[in-house]
């Protein structure tokens, strides 16, 4: 069965430094992957999208950037973390099939604090 | 662009009452409409979808919910609640076709509390 990962589960950084969230999905192949992140009071807001390796879509200019390195392997990075970037970080996968509906699977989300 | 409101933020409810969460969306071309929820300390998980048909759409744990195009609205109904359904509830919606892949954009959830 597929499973998905994130870590960390939290995370409180200052502000200006690094950022590098992890995510991995086992059990597929080929999937679509998706960055989410919800702030307070909003909705979740996808962030990042990918339909392959090195294949990234941004949805919102912003001071974050995605990367996927490998086949079921997707980065959240910052090099300068902002307040604003505080949030619920959320990655999903979709198997990555045509003429078919790929329902969104997932995971367990990252809480960053920045401080 | 596309948008969803969900005009209830907090529920409480006693078990066995009846429930209905609120979902609006603006776009006025084809969607696809989907409820979520996330139980406490669980993954996200998908409750039900609409794509096309018979509007009123059954979920698992007895939940419905119905399309109403005239209103934009996908309302989550459930006739008797039960403690278990304690979770936040997110509606979502994809424009265009219900295959391949999809970006949904997601309301700001319901947190529904039900008491024993």
């Known amino acids: 069965s597929q499973t998905i990962h994130q870590w960390p589960a939290t995370l409180v950084q200052p502000v200006g430094s690094p950022l590098s969230l992890e995510c991995t999905v086992e059990?597929?192949?080929?999937?679509?992957l998706y960055w989410y992140r919800q702030a307070a009071g909003r909705g979740l807001q996808l962030l990042f999208y990918s339909v392959g390796i090195g294949q990234i879509s941004s949805e919102v200019p912003q001071n974050l950037s995605a990367s996927r390195p490998q086949d079921r392997q997707f980065i959240l990075s910052s090099k300068k973390l902002l307040l604003s970037d505080s949030g619920f970080y959320l990655c999903?996968?979709?198997?990555?099939?045509?003429?078919?509906?790929?329902?969104?699977?997932f995971g367990p989300g990252t809480r960053l604090t920045v401080l | 662009a596309q948008s969803v409101s969900q005009h209830n933020h907090h529920v409480i409810l006693s078990e066995a009452a009846s429930l209905e969460l609120g979902c609006n969306y603006s776009y006025g071309g084809t969607v696809n409409l989907f409820w979520y929820v996330q139980y406490p300390g669980q993954h996200l998980q998908l409750l039900l979808k609409y794509f096309s048909g018979d509007p009123l759409v059954k979920g698992i744990k007895g939940f419905e919910a119905e399309f109403i195009k005239s209103k934009f609205s996908f309302n989550l109904r459930k006739p008797s609640v039960q403690w278990s359904d304690t979770a936040e509830y997110f509606c979502?919606?994809?424009?265009?076709?219900?295959?391949?892949?999809?970006?949904?954009?997601f309301g700001t959830g319901t947190r529904l509390l039900v008491s024993p």
């Open positions: 999903a996968w979709s198997a990555g099939l045509t003429g078919t509906y790929n329902e969104q699977f």
């Open positions: 979502a919606v994809n424009e265009g076709a219900a295959t391949g892949f999809q970006k949904l954009v």
């Open positions: 059990g597929t192949s080929n999937p679509n």
